[in-house]
């Protein structure tokens, strides 16, 4: 039903390219001013069809029809070399289970990047408006973590083999694109990489919204939770052996499907990015990975958050800096709303980033023409989220990020 729609848009932007070229050099300056060529009437024709803003319309069409004829198709990829994940279930330090299902999508770029999300969505979704700028430097690695349960040593193997692959293999050290709990579970394998006395061979590193330790999301004392995922989360924390009620769990789950409802229900500034399909396959894609997350799943994946250390013990442990790699970092100017306003990882990245980080950049992103950017909004607000990760993408590629003085 859209392809009409298209060929008339098609037809009009052809039109007035045409006019442009033709009369370009013929506009006048005598006592009749002829005014200046602009795309308003196909801006205006563009906004009609309900979907599309005046504000991106040539940019949501471009990114849109990119999808409609090259949509995702991500498939299983298997590293070469699995020595790492082998020696972890070897071990029986994890089981099969265990084990995050990693997908691929193949590009020509030589800056490859590996995905992991938050609690949800999975990986594949996370960065579902960025895919096609991101493909634009190269292959897309996402790694979704299981559903029935979770190993954060397994993962970190997982991680270990395919950066291997990628880097020594291949030739192309990958970035590493995390959010929110993922960017958690990021820090934690750096740290392990730098007490082994190792640095990960990575083109750079971006963190979205991170949550690095449980004390992000609970402050220490806290009997009543004031953010929505402490809430979520508390349950967790206080169950007796990590043996969790079943109705508490189920209750978590109410909270994060409700977290992802309440943007979706927002009709019109989804339909500004996204076409009625590409709606339908996200919401779908989301609400199938909250409920097929079992309660072991849920439960292992809070055990490994449970054991993040804060960023300020990793001063103490001489643990510093975690690598020496490009890295940007972003906060949503609406952090407050989901976790702690004293998160330690907040603080610590806005305060001292670059002694973690020598070649680091921290910014925190504001709406000022909208709605306030929330947590890890990659959806929503993709179009605050996309020009700093262009540019960092951009200066990986030219080499232009200097180390800290």
């Known amino acids: 039903m859209l392809r009409p729609c298209f060929i008339r848009v098609n037809i009009a932007l052809r039109s007035r390219f045409a006019f442009a070229h033709r009369y370009r050099r013929r506009i006048r300056t005598s006592n009749t001013f002829m005014t200046a060529l602009s795309f308003a009437p196909a801006l205006s024709l563009l906004a009609a069809f309900g979907r599309i803003s005046p504000a991106q319309p040539l940019r949501t069409l471009i990114r849109t029809t990119g999808y409609k004829l090259r949509p995702p198709r991500p498939i299983p990829y298997e590293p070469v070399t699995r020595t790492a994940q082998h020696a972890v279930l070897a071990s029986e330090a994890a089981g099969p289970h265990q ?24 990986a594949t979704e996370q960065v579902f408006l960025l895919r096609g700028a991101l493909l634009k430097r190269g292959s897309l690695f996402y790694l979704n973590y299981p559903r029935h349960g979770f190993s954060a040593e397994l993962l970190f193997a997982q991680l270990d083999d ?51 330790c449980i004390e992000d999301l ?37 909270i994060f499907t409700r977290m992802f409802g309440a943007g979706a229900q927002n009709k019109t500034a989804l339909a500004t990015l996204m076409t009625p399909a590409e709606m339908e396959h996200l919401s779908t894609a989301v609400m199938d990975t909250i409920a097929r997350i079992d309660a072991r799943g849920a439960c292992e994946r809070m055990g490994a958050l449970r054991r993040f250390i804060s960023p300020h013990d990793y001063f103490s442990q001489r643990l510093l800096p975690l690598s020496t790699a490009p890295v940007l970092i972003l906060f949503a100017e609406d952090e407050d709303s989901v976790i702690d306003s004293r998160s330690p990882t907040r603080f610590a990245f806005t305060a001292a980033h670059r002694a973690f980080f020598p070649r680091s950049e ?42 800290a003085a």
Do not use: M
Request: charged share 20%; proline share 9%; hydrophobic share 40%.
């Open 99 to 122: 084990l995050a299902t990693l997908l691929h999508e193949k590009r020509k770029g030589d800056v490859p990047t590996i995905v992991l999300g938050g609690f949800v969505p999975d």
């Open 162 to 212: 395919l950066v291997d692959d990628l880097a020594r293999r291949q030739g192309t050290p990958p970035v590493i694109f995390s959010v929110s709990f993922g960017s958690g579970l990021i820090l934690d394998w750096l740290r392990r990489a730098r007490l082994a006395g190792r640095e990960a061979d990575i083109a750079g590193l971006v963190f979205v919204s991170p949550i690095g």
């Open 218 to 254: 609970l402050a220490p004392g806290e009997d009543k939770p004031t953010t929505l995922l402490g809430r979520a989360v508390k349950p967790y924390l206080d169950a007796v052996d990590g043996v969790v009620d079943p109705r508490l769990i189920e209750k978590s789950r109410t």
């Open 362 to 403: 921290c910014r925190t992103l504001t709406n000022p023409s909208g709605a306030p950017v929330q947590h890890a909004s990659l959806i929503f607000h993709v179009g605050n989220f996309l020009p700093p990760i262009g540019r960092f993408y951009g200066a990986i590629k030219t080499r232009r990020l200097p180390l």
